[in-house]
């Protein structure tokens, strides 16, 4: 085999130029068609069965493709548009997303309804979120797919011979055997493809695992990347790759001991997280190091830099890593994390374990417990094998909420009557922050009787055996992920657009009640059309500079009555079904999404334009520069929003240079964390670099920028996006 | 009167420090990044690029006014009302210089005291020249250092020594600009001769205060003076470091904005080559130079 870099430029694109032998399957039209039909055919037949027969036929029929270049050498033809950062295999388009259609009509008209008039007016998206999931990692290497099924058949033999098993349990146990029975066969068909090509040690890693857990490191890693392809054939995502440094640890020591020289490991995790780079779908797995235990112990390990260093060297952008951050961790570590955040590694997030521990604790989770979490796509953290996070089945627009209360409940663009229908006989500023609380309320809590209600046909709409069978309480109790076996059942809320809202309400405060510069009728017919009429308010609202983002007590103090409020009404809140509801203030792109369908809001911000985005300050507006910023945000207490409080950092190159810069920029982290901040994120860019790379996109190919729990290359994004970036680089860059 | 204050400024001392710019200069280096700290005064700014010309300023002073429906700043009948300010959606105008009350300015400095306190940081007093206000600057000093915060002083020393001798037992490091030895270099660069700066520059020396010295390297101006700046540096024993700056234009446009014309369009930046050798020859006379 060449060397790695040798290799590089044919596992870089190897997604988009993958050719599929036809001689080893259906092509990926026909077995659309045979999943149609499925889809399609009336059946008293449980679903867990259905989707387990089509699982498996889709698995018995897929066309295969073997890349000589790579130790991770095999790929599957199941439709998945790989330019495309979302899951779309075909068993999702054709069968997954139908069936929600469909049973939400059937089960849930009306709410169904309503929550289509919520996506229409943009003041919430509603999904079944499959999309963000922790496989049991420990579970999967430990027993691997052969020992996964061995389990579950045990499991049920059990639940048969106590007399007590239902038919629900049964349908569970058998759905798990068949796409089990289904992965080991399709093992099997990729180890005699794989004879036909130069790959010795891909077939007998690929051989193993038809029958057995992984052994080496290697196997580690490639029953991983296989796991992650099969779960995603089947509608789940798993969304990181676990704590590798931990988990891989006792492999990476074996291969050592056995002979593996450093070299051969070292080039192995090029491979892996080349694997994952060429995907080239930046929202995907990211992974997890370092941490400390719940007594503070440091747990990184020799891993921990090793992976660190040789990811920087290979100056990618996928997989994500999540540093998680502690006191006592190896400030070699830390420094290595921020020299390449510094040097353009946009794709790494530091999270601090203390934020997170007290946020699992305010939820009634123990630190026990909590100590094992990982990160989970952004930077939601999830504990590992005991807890199902649907972490984003809504995100509701909080300044919609503004128009609501403005406007007696009314979309101030279309005139639907979303919100409930309030007075707009307002005399007075705190009558108008009760009234916008309250109709952020009434969205809220709608949304949670609709996920209420929806959940209750998780697994009508989208079994999951392949992510079910990782957990010992699924196995144990023959239960379905989705039926909440698990310890830990929680289900995330996320209110965006806190900035645009703050400002709003400042402005609101200001130059209607105080300065009584207009009415607020006046100023609903402003915002009706767009400002015109008004331009000079609209100018001097602008420039004020009393905005969130500034550390200014006025507009952070209405930020902390906004966030106390939710946090006092919803943080924790027990969940019927079992679980708790865990808070999150992180808007990803929906901060562009929703702006389109957002009228002007008293802050100046004018029709259709972006809002503020995760905890940023509204664009352009954070003039007390970056500083200011983080204080403003530590003033949220971090720990009623388990989900996120990110602190997006922007920082011009020459503020973080040379060694007095790393170590001014290794204060102001530690300086956050100890404030109680939860996690940081950011890009080391200026707006001059940002606005030749904008007119010069050749010149800038692989300039990276963090967008929200991902990066992305600066030159692909859309010109709005790229403006927005511009902007705040402007200010405080 | 300031002119601004910048927090997360790291090139200024210790830590990450919170930059006071003080408004009014007696210097006149021709290449100033910061000419509106030149006058004593406040004055417009005023960014032709930026305007939209949308005229919401029209009409609202003499100062602006449409020729061939185009805006025009008529800089010579402003009389800084700043009208215009207030109006432009653009943001096409902006004021240099304020006031404001020592207790107003401390206020404002101390929300950054978690960070100036958690880095090792603190304020830096610079410019313009600060000292020009030292009565000022010792009230606030004052103030600081009732909450414990770490004081620099970024001057050009060309100041009387009673202004240094009033601010002495506030600061915790200056930052001294070092421009030429030879004294018509000097003025040529700068307008006025050098001997009250190295006086005052040997005399906080003498005192055991920790220094920092600047050397900003203009080529044709002032890179033949790299030698003589060195020898005076090594004399001294409070210097912690020296930085060697390279001249760059990014301030041109400034110029523009506030009416001026840029005094030296036609310098080169220096090379990164020329700094190294630069750095070198101190290095070489036991200057302990490091990098900007």
Redesign the interface.
Known sequence: MKSFTQNRPMIENEYELAKFDPATGLDVEILRQKLQEIQDTPTDEPRALVFAKAYAYLLDNLQLEINEHTPFSVKFNVGIDYSYFATNSILETVMSRPQRTKVLREKMPEDLKKAELFRKVGVGYFFTDFWHTVPNWTNVIKYGFAGILENTKASKQKWLDSGKIDQDQINFFDSVIICYEAILRLLARVYDYSLKFDVPAFSAAIKNLTTKAPATLYEVMLISALYLNFEEFGRERGRTLGPIDRLYLPYYKNDLANGVSMEEIEDLFRYYFMHFTAAKRYAEQPFTICGCDKDGNDLSNELSLKLLEIYDELNIYDPKIQVRYHKNLDNKIFRQALKMIRGGHSSICIINDAAVFAGYERIGIPVEDAQNYVVLGCYEPIIMGEEEGEIAPVRLNTVKCIEFALNGGKDLITGDQVGFESTTDITSFEQFFELFLEQVDYCTEWSLDFLREQSVYNTMINPAPIYSSTFDACIEKGRDVHEYPLKYNNLSIKHLGLATVVDSLMAIKKYVFEKKEITLAELTEALKNDWRGY??L???I??DTEKYGN?LPGPDALMTRITKHWADRYCGRKLKRGGVLRLGLDSVYHCVAFGEMTAASPNGRNCGTPFSKNMCATEGQDR?????L??SLLKVDAADFVDATIFDFIMHP???E????LN?FE??M??FF??GGFAAQGNIVSGEMLKDAQAHPEKYSTLQVRVCGWNEYFVKLSKVKQDLFIKQCEVSG | MIFATKPFEIHDGDGIRTTVFFKGCPLRCKWCHNPESFAFKKQIMYDEGVCKNCHKCVGLCEANIVVDGKHVFLRDKCVRCEKCVAVCPAEAFDVSGYDITPEALVEELLRDELIMKGSGGGVTFSGGEPLMQVDFCVKVAKLLKEHGINIAIDTSAFVAREAIDKILPFADMFLFDIKAIDEDVHFACTGVYNKQILENIKYVDSLGIPMEIRYPYVPTMNDGEVEKIGAFIAKLKSVKAVRILPYHSYAEHKYTCLGMTYPIPDVPTPTKEEIATASEKMKALGVNVVPY
């Not at chain 1, 040379?658 to 810069?661: H, R, S, T």
């Open positions: 331009e000079n609209q100018t001097r602008i420039k550390n007390g520069g970056i500083t200011a983080m204080q020459s503020a973080v040379g060694d007095k810069g001014d204060s102001l530690k300086i100890a404030g």
